[in-house]
Structure formats: C-alpha cells, structure tokens
C-alpha cells in the first residue's frame, strides 16, 4: 500500500509541476489530458495482492473525480484541458479506452 501511496504523491508532484510552467506541446497536453477525461468517464483504481517478508499484503484504492461527479463529458474534459495547458485546441481525439 505505501507504493501506491507513493505513486499517487510523485504523479500529483509530476502534475504540478507541469501546471507550473508554460504552455506545453498539443502532444504533450493530448498525453496528459487523455488522463484526465480518462478519469471523467466513471470510478477508478486499483487492486494489488502478494506476500513480502511479514507474510501477505493487500491493498485496494478507488476513486472518482469531481468531473465525473458532475456528469461532465469526457470530451469536453479533454479539449478544454488540451486548450488551457497548450493554448490551441487539441490535434488529435482522445483515447479514452485503458
């Protein structure tokens, strides 16, 4: 469970510092935004089991975010996530399957 606690402090790290500078590349943004609409489409997480030296270890994370809350459109996510963090409007459709 501490890696994937881990792993949610340096992406949020990552993001951040993404939101901090200029505008990015279209490919950049188109990378970085399919996430987020991604994320707007339902409940996410992830599930992990094994053992380690104490014996067995689980862990379970879900969430949800607050466009999908709102009922946002995941395309409306993505192309006003590409315009504002690239300063055009996207090149390119999302993916949006995993």
């Given amino acids: 469970m501490n890696r994937a606690v ?5 992406s949020l790290g990552a993001l951040a510092a993404l939101a901090g500078c200029g505008t990015m590349s279209p490919e950049a943004a188109a990378r970085l935004c399919e996430e987020q609409a991604r994320r707007a489409t339902g ?6 089991i094994g053992i380690n030296q104490d014996g067995p270890v689980s862990g379970l994370e879900i969430g949800v975010t607050s466009d999908y809350i709102r009922g946002r459109d995941p395309m409306v996510v993505y192309e006003e996530c590409v315009r504002s963090r690239s300063g055009q409007g996207p090149i390119r459709p999302p993916r949006l399957e995993p």
Avoid at 6 to 10: D, E, N, R
């Fill in 6 to 10: 881990s792993y949610i402090v340096l």
């Fill in 43 to 48: 409940p996410f997480g992830q599930a992990a």
